[in-house]
T-cell receptor
Framework: GNSVTQMEGPVTLSEEAFLTINCTYT??????LFWYVQYPGEGLQLLLK?????DKGSNKGFEATYRKETTSFHLEKGSVQVSDSAVYFC?????????????FGRGTQLTVWP | NAGVTQTPKFRVLKTGQSMTLLCAQD?????MYWYRQDPGMGLRLIHY???????AKGEVPDGYNVSRLKKQNFLLGLESAAPSQTSVYFC???????????????FGPGTRLLVL
């Protein structure tokens, strides 16, 4: 089956620290991979995505590389800001699926202190 | 464009009461989904619809019903609310296009439901 495993949170960092949030997946097919961000009181927004092996998704200083050999899609940012405080979700969808269903990890709460 | 909107934003119910959550979209997307979000659980799929007049069960459908009478609206109903249905509910849409595998789902802002 399909599943996503994220590192346990919460994660607390000081401003300008380096961020890594681990994400690994299990998929029956060849998935597309996503990171979503949820700011307090809001819905989910797509942060970045990658649709094939070795692709790197990037946005707002965040990056994640699709690693097929390790079935991973870790999220990184070199220097976090207070405004990055949010919940981050890793997700996958099967390319062969006609349903477009997303499978989510549990989410990782990030808090950045000034 | 409003995108995906949800009504209401917040609601408190007593056990046994019923209510309907409305999701509306103006993007002409074929697919629509209802998720629930619980602490430490991520998002779980309740029901989904691949087009007007069609619905199907997702991962956690028990206690919910849905209807898609119009393409732009997807309703989620709770016939007899239970405290276990206290959650945040998100609606999402997905386009049915040739390049849909490049697309992601678009989410509404959520409805926070508390069942006492």
């Amino acid at each position: 089956g399909n599943s996503v495993t994220q590192m346990e949170g919460p994660v607390t960092l000081s401003e300008e620290a380096f961020l890594t949030i681990n994400c690994t997946y299990t998929a029956t097919g060849y998935p597309s991979l996503f990171w979503y961000v949820q700011y307090p009181g809001e819905g989910l927004q797509l942060l970045l995505k990658a649709t094939k092996a070795d692709d790197k998704g990037s946005n707002k200083g965040f990056e994640a590389t699709y690693r097929k050999e390790t079935t991973s899609f870790h999220l990184e940012k070199g220097s976090v800001q207070v405004s990055d405080s949010a919940v981050y979700f890793c997700a996958l969808s099967e390319k062969g699926s006609t349903l477009g269903r997303l499978y989510f990890g549990r989410g990782t709460q990030l808090t950045v202190w000034p | 464009n409003a995108g995906v909107t949800q009504t209401p934003k917040f609601r408190v119910l007593k056990t046994g009461q019923s209510m309907t959550l409305l999701c509306a979209q103006d993007m002409n997307h074929e697919y629509m989904y209802w998720y629930r979000q619980d602490p430490g659980m991520g998002l779980r799929l309740i029901h989904y619809s691949v087009g007007e007049g069609t619905t199907a069960k997702g991962e956690v459908p028990d206690g919910y019903n849905v209807s898609r009478l119009k393409k732009q609206n997807f309703l989620l109903g709770l016939e007899s609310a239970a405290p276990s249905q206290t959650s945040v509910y998100f609606c999402a849409t997905w386009p049915r296009t040739a390049s849909r595998y490049q697309e992601t789902q678009y989410f509404g802002p959520g409805t926070r439901l508390l069942v006492l």
